[in-house]
């Protein structure tokens, strides 16, 4: 049966409907948000597993802020690859030197003095 009328949906749905089209989201973002997530990795001194995942966390929501501004100017699916860019070009300007600087033996990087 077709239905002929407006079509509700119960608030369970509703919540069920936005973890699918988030969670879809999320996916479509990681080749920008992984890369962001690599540069975090590269810059951390210390922990750089922690430093990675709020690099990803952080590129992830502007990845999901310019796709939703992309998709209400009814780009359709230029609105995923579109994007990315902001998230690209964080990680490109946030790129460290390669390959990074050896220290001098004896010199530390944190700054604190050896004991003698």
Known sequence: MIPLGAIHFSPAEVAMILAIVVAGAIVFALPATLT???IGH???DRHPGAAAFWYWLAGTGL???TTGLAAQ???G???VPLGWVPTLLVAALLNPRWPRRRARLG???TGQQRER
């Open 36 to 38: 962001l997530a690599w």
């Open 42 to 44: 590269r810059r951390a």
């Open 63 to 65: 990845s999901l802020a």
């Open 73 to 75: 100017q009814d780009l």
């Open 77 to 79: 699916w230029w609105a």
């Open 107 to 109: 010199a530390t990087t």
